[in-house]
């Protein structure tokens, strides 16, 4: 019971198994460390459980976001809507290509962004006569963005929809709809970091419906090369690779691949254990005048990547300081999804500052109140309820 009890418990933790290990073993005693046939196989798993027709993967979810703005072709004096409640890659992507990032509010009860709000910021935008490009949607937590309504402000405004779906592999709009589908998000990008819900390690993927942004994300993965008589104009032999566009090395090795397509396979089996543990979190705090949880819109498959409550700190008796502090000391370490990418040093200096910031009131309210628990498949009822007790006693 005490070494139980003594359990540090981090906010997300990854679940490898012998079928991973054994999966990257083969890899190992194999020919092709990288740029073998495990990626492709990848890949198409990965087309199989989200739908889309092209998935290209990458060396992180970063590199996946940098080479979707390139791709599209945004560049200097461009701006794309996002919300401020996000990691900083959503913002640096567009910084990455020259182009402005520039902050719309969310919705207090899902955490995603306001469509209305989006469009307020595109009209105001364009009413200074700036030009924007695109929408960038923050699927935060797991929950779906309301994309049907993004998508109807992406085509009468004629922008490019993505979806930073960093936190939602495997989750479902109420429509039905799989997040990577590309019914309405002309691009997604996945990271597989250890504490998403699947790992490779670092990686990433780009999934997209749209051919030529495929063939393009692939290009810029690997050093914006073509080869092969086919794609290379006037080919010398099979030692010609061409460099169309300057590009990178964003590539993901096959041992990760390898890790990739066994993960994939228990993703349900993941997303079921999370929601068995949010469900459990959401029972326990009904009551509790403290705290406020996430209202999902109904019908969503939510992927439950993070499970934050909301303190109004401002009126109770602890800090939110004080809260992490101690629960620290019980081994269990909370976190905040996210500081405000506006309130970064980088981000209210000239060179990363957006055009016309806004006043973002629901975002700062979220940024004020919010906590992440811990949260991952491998955790147990046991550890949930010591969380809960933990916090609530904290709190107090
Ligand atoms: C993790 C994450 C990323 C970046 O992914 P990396 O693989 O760590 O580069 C981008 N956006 C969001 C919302 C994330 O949570």
């Known amino acids: 019971m005490k070494a139980e009890a003594m359990k540090t418990l981090a906010y997300g933790r990854h679940w490898i198994d012998e079928r991973d290990r054994a999966a990257v073993d083969a890899v190992l005693s194999g020919d092709w460390l990288?740029?073998?046939?495990?990626?492709?196989?990848?890949?198409?798993?990965?087309?199989?459980?989200?739908?889309?027709?092209?998935?290209?993967?990458?060396?992180?979810?970063?590199?996946?976001?940098?080479?979707?703005?390139?791709?599209?072709?945004?560049g200097p004096g461009d701006h794309i809507v996002m919300p401020a409640i996000t990691f900083l890659a959503s913002a640096n992507c567009c910084r990455y290509v020259g182009a402005h990032a520039v902050f719309a509010d969310i919705q207090p009860e899902t955490f995603t962004l306001n469509p209305a709000q989006v469009e307020r910021q595109v009209q105001a935008l364009r009413a200074s006569g700036a030009r924007v490009r695109g929408i960038i949607g923050v699927d935060l937590t797991g929950h779906p963005c309301d994309w049907p309504a993004l998508r109807d402000i992406a085509d009468r405004y004629s922008l490019d929809l993505v979806d930073d779906a960093a936190h939602a592999l495997g989750a479902r709009g109420p429509d039905g709809i799989t997040i990577g589908s590309g019914v309405f998000a002309d691009v997604t990008t996945l990271s597989f970091h250890p504490v998403k819900a699947i790992t490779t390690g670092e990686g990433g993927a780009i999934l997209t419906n749209r051919e030529d942004l495929a063939d393009r994300a692939r290009r810029l993965c690997s050093h914006g090369t073509v080869r092969g008589e086919t794609q290379v104009p006037d080919w010398e032999g099979p030692w010609h690779v061409d460099m169309v566009e300057l590009g990178f090395n964003y590539r993901l090795t096959d041992m990760q691949a390898a890790l990739g397509i066994t993960q994939l396979t228990r993703l349900d089996t993941f997303i079921d254990?999370?929601?068995?543990?949010?469900?459990?979190?959401?029972?326990?705090?009904?009551?509790?005048?403290?705290v406020r949880v996430q209202h999902p819109v109904p019908g969503i498959r939510h992927a439950h990547h993070l499970y934050v409550i909301r303190v109004p700190f401002d009126n109770g008796a602890v800090s939110r300081r004080e809260l992490f502090e101690r629960c620290r000391k019980q081994g269990i370490l909370l976190q905040v999804h996210y500081r405000p990418v506006m309130l970064n040093s980088y981000y209210a200096r000239s060179d990363g500052k957006a055009s016309h910031p806004e006043a973002l009131p629901e975002s700062l309210r979220y940024y004020a109140e919010c906590v992440t628990l811990p949260l991952f498949p491998q955790m147990t009822e046991a550890d949930v309820d010591r969380v809960v007790a933990t916090v609530r006693e904290c709190l107090r």
């Open 34 to 74: 990288t740029q073998g046939p495990t990626i492709g196989r990848f890949e198409h798993a990965l087309q199989e459980v989200t739908g889309a027709t092209h998935a290209v993967a990458c060396s992180n979810g970063t590199a996946a976001l940098h080479v979707t703005a390139a791709a599209l072709g945004w």
């Open 273 to 290: 254990q999370r929601h068995a543990l949010a469900e459990r979190y959401d029972r326990a705090f009904a009551d509790d005048p403290l």
